[in-house]
């Protein structure tokens, strides 16, 4: 099992930024890879971003490239996603995710989910 728990959502400008984080607790956090997702009212949940667990290599969805890193510390058990030029339509609750694949961009292939973060952009 592993537990999953999202901090650093909040209310920001369009054009700002905000640090998300993920903690994880339970089995050995760099057996996962981890992964970023993100669900905007009335839409289905879509994926940001993923890290694998030991490169480090990292993918995004075009929609935030460029804007968006992902990141981890394996020593600390956590996952980042720094979000900067925020846009309003990043509008949405943010998920972090743990999965047994080497990556994956497909939400079904992550089996452990954390509660969300809202996070939401004005203009």
């Known amino acids: 099992q592993v537990q999953l728990v999202e901090s650093g959502g909040g209310l920001v400008q369009a054009g700002g930024s905000l640090r998300l984080s993920c903690a994880a607790s339970?089995?050995?956090?760099?057996?996962?890879?981890m992964g970023w997702f993100r669900q905007a009212p009335g839409k289905e949940r879509e994926f940001v971003a993923t890290?694998?667990?030991?490169?480090?290599?990292?993918y995004y969805a075009d929609s935030v490239k460029g804007r968006f890193t992902i990141s981890r510390n394996n020593a600390k058990n956590t996952v980042y996603l720094q979000m900067d030029s925020l846009k309003v339509e990043d509008t949405a609750v943010y998920y972090c995710a743990a999965s047994l694949a080497y990556y994956s961009k497909n939400s079904d292939d992550y089996g452990y989910w954390g509660q969300g973060t809202q996070v939401t952009v004005s203009s």
């Open positions: 890290i694998t667990r030991s490169v480090y290599n990292t």
């Open positions: 339970g089995r050995i956090f760099s057996s996962y890879a």
